[in-house]
T-cell receptor
Framework: SQKIEQNSEALNIQEGKTATLTCNYTNYSPAYLQWYRQDPGRGPVFLLLIRENEKEKRKERLKVTFDTTLKQSLFHITASQPADSATYLCAPLEYGNKLVFGAGTILRVKS | GAGVSQSPRYKVAKRGQDVALRCDPISGHVSLFWYQQALGQGPEFLTYFQNEAQLDKSGLPSDRFFAERPEGSVSTLKIQRTQQEDSAVYLC???????????FGPGTRLTVL
């Protein structure tokens, strides 16, 4: 069956360091993969989309990689700030527009 | 409006009651989605509309769940005879195009006692 795995443990890092979050998927062949941020009591907010033929995508302090051989995406936040603390969700998409989300990874950035 | 709005934000229902959750998408957005999010989990797809047509309802967990979007804008998710396992946050999202970025509302937290 299809499965999406994200770091189950919360990630605690010091302000200014780079946070790296992992998304592994099995029995999927996604055409692209999206990353979302979710704050408590709010809906997810779209951050980045990376296509299967792209190895890496950047947006300001964010960087996403996509390795279709390893079936893995890494999400990096450089120079992290306490305001980056949130839950980060990955959503690989095979076709259509029905998003299937991982359980998310909680990131806590301490000052 | 500036974003997707949902009402009510919180709903407490007794087991067996019917509830109706409303979603106001971003004006002009063609596609509308409903998701269910249990505590500590990612959102799970329930159903999808393109304008007023419900094109995919494969995620609805039972026939107690019903969604409509009669005029292609506002949508209502109705749950009949609520059960405790229906307790969750119900998220609505809209997108301008069929495969466009989805913009989520704040959700409705449903608690069934």
């Amino acid at each position: 069956s299809q499965k999406i795995e994200q770091n189950s443990e919360a990630l605690n890092i010091q302000e200014g360091k780079t946070a790296t979050l992992t998304c592994n998927y099995t029995n999927y062949s996604p055409a692209y993969l999206q990353w979302y941020r979710q704050d408590p009591g709010r809906g997810p907010v779209f951050l980045l989309l990376i296509r299967e033929n792209e190895k890496e995508k950047r947006k300001e302090r964010l960087k996403v990689t996509f390795d279709t051989t390893l079936k893995q995406s890494l999400f990096h936040i450089t120079a992290s700030q306490p305001a980056d603390s949130a839950t980060y969700l990955c959503a690989p998409l095979e076709y259509g527009n029905k998003l299937v989300f991982g359980a998310g990874t909680i990131l806590r950035v301490k000052s | 409006g500036a974003g997707v709005s949902q009402s009510p934000r919180y709903k407490v229902a007794k087991r067996g009651q019917d509830v109706a959750l409303r979603c106001d998408p971003i004006s002009g957005h063609v596609s509308l989605f409903w998701y269910q999010q249990a505590l500590g989990q990612g959102p799970e797809f329930l159903t999808y509309f393109q304008n007023e047509a419900q094109l995919d309802k494969s995620g609805l967990p039972s026939d107690r769940f019903f969604a409509e979007r009669p005029e292609g804008s506002v949508s209502t998710l109705k749950i009949q005879r609520t059960q405790q396992e229906d307790s969750a946050v119900y998220l609505c999202a809209s997108s301008l195009e069929t495969q466009g970025t989805q913009y989520f509302g704040p959700g409705t937290r449903l608690t069934v006692l």
